[in-house]
């Protein structure tokens, strides 16, 4: 599989985008992934302990080396305070992306901020030839983030995926995909 050359750190005006790490377990875990509120519309489940985190941690890591998964925290610039996470999923090529904030700092538009510069990092490798995302047709928040990201909305799709924290029943999603100009100039 192609890996992505993609940096370990990214900067924007607000944010640190770092590769993650297993020493970033704890700070995940209170940050975000044991809020049943921030992992309502996630595909893994809340994680009930700090072994939960690790064991993702190490997916993670995995993921990294065989160049199947761009996992990131999102840390203020200010504090290093960690405040979320963003990842890549590569599949030769085909990017699918998700992202999760603290609940205690949604509507400051770091989630915003934090799609816009990996997608600018994204469109400047030349193996990626597609990058989309889908939603919960009821995740409004994340719709607004994506749509001033760049991203159209592709298709509706009832009953199309069942999220593990919404008692795995079927729920009605929108497919988005990220534009991309990869014309040759003559």
């Known amino acids: ?14 944010l640190f985008l770092r590769r993650l790490r297993y020493e970033d377990a704890e700070e995940i875990f209170y940050a975000y992934a044991s809020k049943p509120e921030a992992t309502k519309y996630l595909s893994w489940p809340t994680h009930q302990s700090i072994l939960d985190t690790e064991r993702f941690l190490r997916n993670t890591q995995v993921g990294w ?7 990131f925290s999102i840390r203020l610039k200010e504090t290093f305070r960690l ?3 963003i990842g890549a999923m590569n599949d030769q090529g085909k990017i699918q992306f998700g992202y999760v904030l603290s609940p205690v700092l949604w509507n400051h538009g770091y989630a915003t901020e934090a799609v816009q510069k990996l997608m600018e990092v994204l469109r400047q490798q030349p193996e990626v030839y597609r990058i989309g995302t ?7 928040a994340s719709q ?3 749509e001033k990201s760049g991203f159209v909305e592709e298709a509706r799709l009832p009953d199309w995926y069942r999220f593990v924290n919404q008692s ?19």
């Not at 080396?65 to 996992?71: E, F, N, P, Q, R």
């Not at 795995?168 to 003559?186: K, M, W």
Request: charged letters at 30%; hydrophobic letters at 30%.
């Open 1 to 14: 599989m192609p890996r992505l050359d993609l940096p370990s750190r990214i900067e924007t005006e607000r």
């Open 65 to 71: 080396s065989t160049g199947t998964d761009y996992s």
């Open 83 to 85: 405040i979320g996470s």
């Open 134 to 140: 889908f939603v919960d047709a009821e995740n409004f």
């Open 144 to 146: 607004r983030v994506l």
């Open 168 to 186: 795995n029943q079927p729920r009605d999603c929108i497919l988005y995909r990220l534009p991309l100009d990869r014309s040759v100039p003559d």
